[in-house]
């Protein structure tokens, strides 16, 4: 231990106590401390630890005094065991010194990582790019998926709350799906079953034309609820409260934005609306419904009078149940205790079956008759979500290829280093540091395209998320962390590659190309690069072909020039306010129905020959006389209802082709059926004409059996059609609709006019689907464009390798296009090998994504070679710039050095 490395100066050194002259060397350290030193203190190290600290304690006494000298030392002497001493004495401020160290070559790390980014700019940009594209990808698509994860979460004890569904079945076994009841279900269940907090019923009423003052609006979203539904749900009250909500049958309940659209500024608290003759007042208004809710309003008002009925007999199920179970109650033993209990109670149809549905997997996880709107589906949320974690994989195999490829210029760097006394921990270090810095650069670009990209990705998925939110800060740091991650994985096997080089063999100048391993490694990882980009390319192919086949195959019915009028139901003197639209010029009919040909909810009932006792499920639509022709769906047997006939307004049916079948009719026209339509009453219906099968759903769902019944029927004795289908001619669309607007209003002066076209709400069925088509292909895009930065960098890697052997080559003879042809010779084989194993694997899943459709296409030969080609073709260009360019230089200018 050196003395001049002291902080303080000593007095003389003392070396023995016994040869103490200072006169004040009576005064004695403590013995306490002194008593530990000789028992814990080493006996080497004791003289020296033991002269040190005296000096010490004499300097203390003679600055500090006597008592503060015996604290100072008995503290200094404790710090000096075991776990509290320093190794050396000598040196108190050495943690200092190596924490200085070790914030030192932390900021070395980052100073030489950044300085490589900045010289080899064309590797980092490469890099950088590549994954900030796949970085920004993968957040977007995460993001989408968290919001659609999120349906309906946000209630209190969401977990707890659950909707009663029913299968529809008869004698023969078949089962239509319902998401709605009968009226009675909900105080059954809060009178019948104690494990029920509490139930609530929701009825989705028809649109409605509100009105405050001189302010009126067409409403589709308008549902009769229970106040129970403010206990099963969170809808937050802005004014008013649960209580007050509806206290009368004039209550209403609207949204925040319905009370910013009527009454501006206004307090609407006891304001009146009025709707076609019924009066409403204001009693509440919610905060608006979030948009990952399955279901949203703009507008409550209590469960009719004439509904009220229902609420204590098992009649029409055309109500939504909503449940909330106790806490810590089974739902599995509740649902088998429903299902009894529902079957006893329901005698208008015994047969059906009750179940549950979790509150949280209705978005994502049902597909039934009647859902309140259209839901999500959690086999597309399983594709994108693979596809995303695709991309972002095929950018780490670039960074992995390329920092390989590139050993030969960090090979001396690795030398020198290491004879400098570097460890081969410190260069996995520092490698991963700058994969690490790679990756935040590319998090940072990933943050400025998700702000450029999220107004198209919203407009392209349907949504509206808002991703740069306060209360989306720990979503952000779990991204950035996940940034990390993605570099500590990504440049784990380059830093142990790269450091793993014997410095002997590099500064003897030995060949350092990358081979063995480390080659079979990077063809191994292009090829998976390849195999997902073929898979995507069939895959795009695949979906593009089946959603051009839904929109080349022909309905069934004359889609093209019909407008769609809704809300038409219940109108004074409709009669003659279709016969003046029909008379306009440019008008072929005027057709009316229950609801809407395409995807609309019809009702469904059971029919059944004479000679048989098996029911057969048909579906039911009332129309007007003009509705087949005015929708050009074809007659094959037998005639059309008509005025004529005084028997169609009784008891008369058309079938669709499915229904015949289904029933088993040889000659249908003119034969009779039982239709069950209450439990002690069978009722007659004569087959008059046979359609043409039409998809009244989306090519998911095949055709099924189908009946038309004449509006006024003795089997549906009001008149419930509620659309007008005007056809027209091929004119001019905006003046017909501007004619046909100038009626109505002559004929609905309080009902807002609204209309669309049939061939756009045929396309709406498919809109998720269409969606889905634009998503996977831009997705694929940015595979195949990540896939070619790589290839891009890793050619240029090759050809400056091998600059020397073609240099050799063109001396020798060689012409240039026998030269780019041995550059790209590897990568064709690799892509050809990846088409061989990505054929399977397309084949595979995109069978079991076609599954979904009941009308699809068949995978063919030619989608496979397409993409061989396509991926050849890409590879090809992404390489023939650099292996031309080599091929052109100069042999002299290659060969100067040798």
Same mark, same amino acid.
């Given at each position: ?30 013995? @306490? ?78 100073? $030489? ?28 698509? +995460? ?80 549902? #009769? ?20 909500? %509806? ?8 949204? #925040? ?5 009527? %009454? ?17 007042? !204001? ?29 204590? =007999? ?44 979790? @509150?949280?997997? $209705? ?73 690490? @810095? ?8 990933? !943050? ?64 350092? *190309? ?172 004569? !087959? ?76 709406? +069925? ?8 634009? +998503? ?73 994504? +076609? ?17 061989? =080609? ?11 710039? *650099?292996?031309?360019?080599?091929? @052109? ?10």
């Amino acid at each position: 231990m050196s003395k001049h490395n002291r902080p303080i100066r000593f007095l003389k050194p003392y070396r023995s106590y016994g040869s103490m002259t200072n006169k004040k060397n009576h005064i004695k350290p403590p013995r @306490l401390a002194d008593w530990l030193l000789k028992r814990f203190v080493p006996a080497g190290t004791l003289e020296e630890v033991q002269g040190d600290l005296l000096e010490l304690y004499h300097y203390w006494i003679e600055t500090d005094g006597l008592q503060v000298a015996r604290q100072r030392y008995i503290w200094t002497a404790l710090r000096l065991l075991k776990p509290f001493s320093r190794k050396n004495l000598s040196e108190p401020n050495r943690d200092h010194f190596a924490h200085s160290s070790y914030t030192g070559m932390i900021q070395n790390y980052f100073k $030489i990582a950044w300085r490589t980014l900045r010289t080899q700019w064309q590797y980092s940009f490469i890099n950088i790019t590549g994954l900030s594209v796949g970085m920004a990808c993968c957040i977007l698509i +995460l993001l989408y998926v968290r919001h659609e994860q999120s349906y309906d979460r946000y209630h209190d004890g969401a977990e707890r709350i659950y909707r009663v569904i029913r299968d529809e079945m008869n004698n023969a076994d078949q089962l239509e799906p319902y998401a709605t009841t009968p009226g009675a279900m909900a105080l059954s269940m809060r009178n019948e079953f104690p494990e029920v907090e509490v139930a609530a019923t929701l009825f989705q009423n028809r649109p409605m034309a509100m009105q405050y003052e001189d302010r009126q609006f067409y409403e589709d979203r308008v549902y #009769e609820a229970d106040s129970n539904l403010f206990r099963v749900f969170t809808f937050p009250f802005v004014k008013g409260s649960p209580k007050e909500a %509806f206290v009368t049958q004039q209550s209403i309940v609207i949204t #925040e934005s319905t009370a910013q659209k009527y %009454f501006g500024t206004d307090d609407p608290i006891g304001k009146p609306m009025r709707s076609e003759g019924s009066e409403y007042f !204001v009693t509440g208004v919610l905060k608006d419904v979030p948009g990952n809710s399955h279901f949203r309003f703009d507008m409550l008002i209590p469960l009719r009078t004439v509904e009220e009925r229902f609420n204590t =007999i098992w009649g029409p199920p055309r109500y939504h149940t909503y449940i909330k179970l106790k806490e810590s109650v089974d739902p599995v033993n509740f649902e088998a205790r429903l299902a009894a209990y529902a079957q006893t109670k329901y005698e208008r149809r015994p047969l059906d079956k009750f179940h549950i549905q979790a @509150l949280t997997d $209705i978005h994502l996880h049902s597909k039934l008759n009647r859902e309140l709107e259209a839901n999500g589906d959690a086999s597309v949320i399983r594709v994108l979500v693979t596809i995303a974690l695709f991309i972002i994989f095929m950018a780490g195999i670039n960074y992995i290829n390329l920092a390989t490829a590139r050993s030969t210029k960090r090979a001396k760097e690795v030398g020198i280093r290491k004879t400098s006394g570097a460890l081969q921990r410190g260069l996995i270090f520092q490698f991963l540091t700058e994969s690490v @810095l790679i990756t935040m650069l590319a998090f940072a670009f990933a !943050v400025v395209l998700i702000a450029l990209l999220l107004h198209p990705f919203n407009q392209l998925a349907g949504k509206q998320l808002e991703v740069f939110q306060p209360e989306l800060w720990l979503v952000w740091l779990s991204l950035a962390g996940l940034a990390v991650a993605i570099g500590v994985i990504a440049g784990l096997y380059p830093a142990v590659y790269l450091s793993s080089f014997n410095p002997v063999h590099v500064l003897k100048g030995s060949n350092m *190309q990358v081979s063995g391993s480390a080659g079979w490694l990077r063809k191994a990882l292009v090829c998976v690069q390849f195999t997902i980009s073929i898979c995507l390319i069939i895959g795009t192919t695949v979906v593009v072909s089946q959603m051009n086949y839904i929109g080349s195959k022909h309905p069934g019915f004359d889609k093209e020039h019909v407008i769609v009028v809704p809300n038409a139901r219940m109108l004074n003197n409709r009669p003659v306010m279709e016969q003046r639209i029909a008379q306009l010029a440019g008008i072929k009919k005027v057709g009316a129905s229950t609801g809407s040909i395409t995807g609309a909810p019809n009702w469904t009932g059971n029919i059944r020959t004479e000679n048989s006792q098996t029911d057969r499920l048909i579906n039911f639509c009332q129309i007007n006389y003009d509705y087949i022709d005015a929708l050009g769906i074809q007659l094959l047997a037998g005639r059309q209802f008509s005025p004529d006939y005084l028997i169609d307004t009784v008891n008369t049916l058309i079938l669709n082709e499915t229904a015949v079948r289904d029933l088993n009719l040889n000659n249908p026209v003119g034969q009779r059926l039982i239709w069950d339509a209450s439990m002690d009453t069978v009722l007659y219906a004569a !087959v008059v004409g046979v359609v043409s099968d039409f998809h009244f759903n989306s090519f998911h769902d095949p055709i099924k059996p189908f009946a038309f019944l004449i509006r006024n029927n003795f089997f549906v004795q009001e008149d419930f059609t509620s659309r007008l289908f005007i056809k027209t001619t091929a004119g001019n669309p905006t003046e017909t609709v501007r004619q046909v607007e100038a009626i109505w209003k002559e004929f609905a002066p309080n009902r807002p006019f609204s209309y669309t076209f049939l061939d756009d709400n045929f396309k709406n +069925l498919h809109a998720d689907e269409e969606r889905f088509k634009v +998503l996977f292909s831009c997705l694929t895009g940015l595979g195949i464009f990540i896939v070619c930065l790589g290839l891009f960098a890793l050619i240029a890697f090759v050809t400056e390798q091998r600059t020397k052997e073609i240099g050799i080559r063109k001396v020798l003879g060689a012409s240039v296009a026998s030269i780019v042809m041995m550059l790209n010779k590897d990568f064709m084989k690799l892509v050809l090998i990846a088409l061989m194993i990505a054929s399977p694997v397309a084949v595979y899943f995109m069978n079991r994504w +076609l599954e979904g459709f009941a009308y699809r296409i068949t995978l063919q030969w030619w989608m496979f070679a397409l993409a061989g =080609i396509i991926s050849l073709t890409i590879a090809f260009l992404t390489t023939a710039y *650099q292996s031309v360019k080599a091929s @052109l230089v100069n042999p002299v200018d290659s060969l100067r050095a040798e």
